[in-house]
């Protein structure tokens, strides 16, 4: 996967990925952030245009349509990263740790797991 997708589709798909099942555009209303104040509207055509892009599925089997993911939540993440690593820190993993080691990013439990993370890989 090249292609990152937006963060208001984004929004959508964690939704989705987080029901872990074929959901219904009120379902995925529902189990929005509470500082995502769309209408529904918005919502319906976010869904859409990700179903227009192959993001997303709907299944029109029943008296609701439902949703579900064409993406993999943790081939995405991992996609993801790798492009961030490549583009912000020049794909040198040096340059990625010692910032995520850097002003207290992350608590010393963090750090304790990442080190362990690091050790079994």
Not at 61 to 67: E, P
Not at 99 to 109: H, N, T, Y
Request: aromatic share 8%; net charge negative; hydrophobic share 40%.
């Amino acid at each position: 996967m090249n292609n990152s997708i937006p963060d208001s589709e984004l929004i959508l798909l964690k939704a989705i990925w987080k029901a872990k099942k074929q959901v219904s555009a009120n379902e995925i209303i529902s189990s929005l952030p509470s500082d995502v104040s769309w209408q529904r509207t918005t919502i319906l055509t976010l869904l859409s245009r990700m179903v227009e892009k192959n993001i997303i599925a709907i299944d029109k089997s029943g008296k609701v349509y439902t949703y579900y993911s064409l993406i993999d939540e943790d081939e995405y993440k991992i996609s993801e990263t790798k492009a961030f690593v490549q583009k912000i820190h020049g794909n040198e993993m040096n340059s990625f740790v010692a910032a995520l080691c850097s002003d207290d990013v992350f608590s010393v439990e963090e750090m304790r797991q990442l080190k362990e993370l690091l050790n079994k890989a």
